[in-house]
């Protein structure tokens, strides 16, 4: 168990819709991030937060967005949802902002859109 | 930019057999991390080594052992007597440079696993 949290585990809706996701990171750390795992795309980055602050963004669509609260749980929004979006959607934390800090990621919610 | 190549998509064993995962990057940066990652059936991602750039010791922890070449850019994983329970999918990652900007792993595609009794 690595001390990150993640709900909901799995998450079905339809063509359209928005949902949230949502990440507690281990006690202690200020840094959250969400990746994306799919078939064809693999693991990748969508973004970081630190201490409440965006810090650093990856390929994220402009449909997802998210951000990270005061108690430093973060949330990511997903809106008008596709086919495509379908995925396992991770959400990490780590002390530090940058590198070499190691990041530990949640068990994931598998997003799945019909 | 930075890559992570990870050229074998499936490994099949033998229980007690030896295995090693090949993990091959590019980056620019003369100082950086790279980690690897376990994916059970179950799921979740596992951290299981972190290596700096400037150390190329090689590491044992129990069974799982990495070899560090930075002549090659080669960091690859060996479990020696593989179990059942090693079946996993492993990756490879690259940490970003060190820019004081953000920490965004670069991962490889992964290498999946299958330990047979």
């Known amino acids: 168990d690595s001390g990150v949290t993640q709900t909901p585990k799995h998450l079905i809706t339809a063509t359209g819709q928005r949902v949230t996701l949502r990440c507690s990171p281990r006690s202690g750390d200020l840094s959250v991030y969400w990746y994306q795992q799919s078939l064809d795309q693999g693991l990748q980055f969508l973004i970081q937060?630190?201490?409440?602050?965006?810090?650093a963004k990856g390929n994220i669509l402009e449909r997802f967005s998210a951000q990270q609260f005061p108690d430093l749980h973060s949330e990511l929004n997903l809106s008008s949802l596709e086919l495509g979006d379908s995925a396992l959607y991770f959400c990490?934390?780590?002390?530090?902002?940058?590198?070499?800090?190691?990041?530990?990621f949640g068990p994931g919610t598998r997003l799945l859109v019909l | 930019a930075q890559k992570v190549t990870q050229a074998q998509t499936e490994i099949s064993v033998v229980e007690k057999e030896d295995v090693t995962l090949d993990c091959v990057y590019e980056t620019r940066d003369t100082t950086y991390y790279l980690f690897w990652y376990k994916q059970p059936p179950s799921g979740e991602l596992v951290f299981l080594i972190r290596?700096?750039?400037?150390?190329?010791q090689n590491e044992i922890s129990g069974r799982y052992s990495w070899n560090f070449q930075k002549s090659t850019s080669s960091f690859n994983f060996t479990i020696t007597a593989s179990q059942v329970v090693d079946s996993a999918v492993y990756f490879c990652a690259l940490s970003p440079p060190l820019t004081g900007g953000g920490n965004k792993l670069t991962f490889g595609t992964g290498t999946q696993l299958k330990v047979e009794l």
């Open positions: 990490a934390s780590s002390a530090a902002p940058g590198p070499p800090t190691t990041q530990y």
């Open positions: 290596r700096n750039s400037f150390d190329e």
């Open positions: 937060y630190y201490n409440g602050e965006e810090r």
